[in-house]
């Protein structure tokens, strides 16, 4: 078990625990359409406030979740960065230690299938109906990324 929760930071970010303050920021860009074309759909404030909730147990069962982003310059909460993705990847192989990390996103979300291949995951070609889409949704059908620990050490990604 760790010892507390895992916030890594970088030269710009630091991924930390959610805060009461950042409902309002993560509500609005759970409403912007830009920001939520690839997800199932809006998230009204209620929505909003009952994710951080959720990734909050998460920090408290496991020490680690769905982080909120800060800039470290303005503390500033901003969402969700690529710079951050990586972060993820060493904070998930060197804190808890895990073997592997998946992710999954929409067929038709080309920006973050191209930030994953960057950061080195690798498309398993077992894609899946997401669960909570209805069948006719063009997001439904989603596509599985892995990074294996060994992988991840060998391509110098640690770095």
């Known amino acids: 078990m760790l ?63 769905n982080w909120a982003l800060e800039r470290r310059d303005t503390g500033e909460f901003i969402g969700f960065a690529s710079e951050a993705a990586r972060t993820a990847l060493q904070a998930g192989f060197t804190q808890p230690g895990l ?25 398993t070609g077992q894609d899946l109906d997401h669960p909570a889409l209805p069948e006719a949704s063009p997001l439904r059908r989603h596509c599985l990324y892995r990074i294996e620990r060994r992988r991840w050490t060998a391509d110098g990604a640690q770095d």
């Open 99 to 123: 073997d592997a990390i998946v992710s999954f996103t929409s067929l038709l979300n080309l920006p973050t299938r191209a930030m994953m291949r960057r950061i080195g995951r690798v498309d």
């Open 3 to 65: 010892a507390g929760p895992v916030e890594p930071v970088t030269a710009r970010l630091t991924l930390r625990q959610w805060r009461a303050a950042d409902g309002a920021p993560f509500a609005a860009m759970g409403a912007d359409p830009a920001v939520m074309r690839y997800f199932a759909g809006l998230l009204d404030t209620a929505a909003s406030l009952a994710s951080i909730a959720g990734w909050q147990l998460g920090f408290e069962a496991r020490g680690w979740s």
